[in-house]
């Protein structure tokens, strides 16, 4: 067994996990990675079997009966990751929007203890680091991460950021059961927690790439939740 998890949840991911999986696994630094899928109709659970063999022991997959939201999906992975004694666990989406290169630095970050917790971010010294977006989807994401830290007060710059580095004494000091959301929401939510219960938190740059393969996640309902869910979350954990 490793000690170093990344954790990618699925939902009609088949065409990126043939590319990622074997990038991610031939990286310098070792790690294992779980996919968590959430019975996908294309058949991503298919493709993770399939590539187990190539990659035993590496790959492992937890398929749950049905779409519960990405903070769930993450939930579930946290669980495994605990239960088997990884020491740093990872988040990571499956489409190549999270450069596979810069696991090495969030990892580096922990292992030097510079933070207890990495954040690969969009929004460092000024700079918009995103490639393939829209105006609108760029302005929205980033005044939404602005109106986070007005709200919080939380010092994190991509508040809403994805690809998040974890020592196992984070999420150990969680109550996953009192964690109240369920899509992008919860991102913020892990963070802002961390932050309130004293552990450290460090951004490193990244150029975040959207999907070329695949269909983004992101709807109304999840900006919703962000928005009004922020405001929750200040009042009820303060």
Do not use: C
């Amino acid at each position: 067994m490793h000690k170093n998890l990344v954790i990618i949840p699925t939902y009609n991911e088949k065409e990126n996990l043939p590319d990622i999986i074997p990038y991610v696994l031939q990286l310098k630094k070792t790690f294992d990675i779980l996919v968590v899928d959430d019975s996908s109709p294309d058949g991503t659970a298919t493709v993770v079997k399939r590539l187990q063999q190539q990659f035993p022991n590496r790959l492992h997959l937890l398929s749950r009966p049905q779409k519960q939201g990405l903070g769930k999906a993450y939930i579930a992975g946290f669980k495994w990751a605990l239960a088997r004694s990884y020491e740093y666990i990872f988040e990571m989406d499956a489409d190549f929007s999270h450069p596979p290169d810069k696991l090495i630095d969030l990892l580096k970050v922990l292992e030097d203890n510079d933070a207890d917790v990495s954040v690969g971010s969009r929004y460092l010294k000024g700079k918009i680091n995103v490639v393939n977006w829209d105006l609108k989807r760029i302005l929205l994401s980033y005044f939404a991460s602005l109106y986070v830290r007005i709200i919080t007060g939380l010092p994190v710059k991509d508040t809403t950021a994805g690809f998040v580095g974890y020592k196992k004494d984070v999420l150990q000091a969680f109550d996953f059961n009192k964690i109240d959301f369920v899509g992008y929401a919860f991102q913020i939510e892990m963070k802002y927690l961390a932050w309130k219960k004293g552990f450290k938190i460090k951004e490193i740059p990244i150029v975040f790439t959207d999907r070329v393969k695949g269909k983004s996640k992101m709807n109304s309902g999840i900006i919703t939740e962000a928005v009004w869910g922020v405001l929750k979350m200040r009042l009820k954990k303060t």
